[in-house]
T-cell receptor, first 117, second 115 residues
Framework: AQKITQTQPGMFVQEKEAVTLDCTYDTSDQSYGLFWYKQPSSGEMIFLIYQGSYDEQNATEGRYSLNFQKARKSANLVISASQLGDSAMYFCAMREEGRTSYDKVIFGPGTSLSVIP | GAGVSQSPRYKVAKRGQDVALRCDPI?????LFWYQQALGQGPEFLTY????????KSGLPSDRFFAERPEGSVSTLKIQRTQQEDSAVYLC?????????????FGPGTRLTVL
């Protein structure tokens, strides 16, 4: 069964608008971490934001924020004021901390975001 | 400072050939991960090293895949008798210590094409 689901294979957003990329996850662990990575066409995975399962506040990093809804097992990424350079693949990922003491991370299938001028 | 580097960036192999992919992690990083990313998919975990010890190789798809990190720094992923389904981008990542970190630092990947 898929542990990480990203239901939007492709998204378009107008430059300067906000966009939400969906992510739902499946785990029975009480302690886990959630990540978002960006992968531009150059191929390198770029870390964006991290949310721990016990963090009460939603994580924010500049224009990125994570809308964490624990009961719904949802960890959507919100990008505000989209820029042309935001066009890339975006991956949601999870670390189940009850299973290993190191960063064994499971990635979702990704969402392709295109920013339109 | 220098990030994670991987070489070669591109590799074309004929089916049945052996290949070796190199990863230079960030200096001093304890943890090193290898991932396989098929076209249009997310990365999938292959193996994990803590210093020179390979603590998890549960993601290696077959015994044709072998990874090593003999001195706890540079790592090599070797694929023997390559097959077409091995075509993918192979990503290496490192993190500073041997426990949970807020992020892994990824290299640019090696794109392997098996003809």
């Amino acid at each position: 069964a898929q542990k990480i689901t990203q239901t939007q294979p492709g998204m378009f957003v107008q430059e300067k608008e906000a966009v939400t990329l969906d992510c739902t996850y499946d785990t029975s662990d009480q302690s886990y971490g959630l990540f978002w990575y960006k992968q531009p066409s150059s191929g390198e995975m770029i870390f964006l934001i991290y949310q721990g399962s016990y963090d009460e506040q939603n994580a924010t990093e500049g224009r990125y924020s994570l809308n964490f809804q624990k009961a719904r097992k949802s960890a959507n990424l919100v990008i505000s004021a989209s820029q042309l350079g935001d066009s890339a693949m975006y991956f949601c990922a999870m670390r189940e901390e009850g299973r290993t003491s190191y960063d064994k991370v499971i990635f979702g299938p990704g969402t392709s975001l295109s920013v339109i001028p | 400072g220098a990030g994670v580097s991987q070489s070669p960036r591109y590799k074309v192999a004929k089916r049945g050939q052996d290949v070796a992919l190199r990863c230079d992690p960030i200096s001093g990083h304890v943890s090193l991960f290898w991932y396989q990313q098929a076209l249009g998919q997310g990365p999938e975990f292959l193996t994990y090293f803590q210093n020179e010890a390979q603590l998890d190789k549960s993601g290696l798809p077959s015994d044709r895949f072998f990874a090593e990190r003999p001195e706890g720094s540079v790592s090599t992923l070797k694929i023997q008798r390559t097959q077409q389904e091995d075509s993918a981008v192979y990503l290496c990542a490192s993190s500073p210590d041997g426990e949970w970190a807020d992020t892994q630092y990824f290299g640019p990947g090696t794109r392997l094409t098996v003809l």
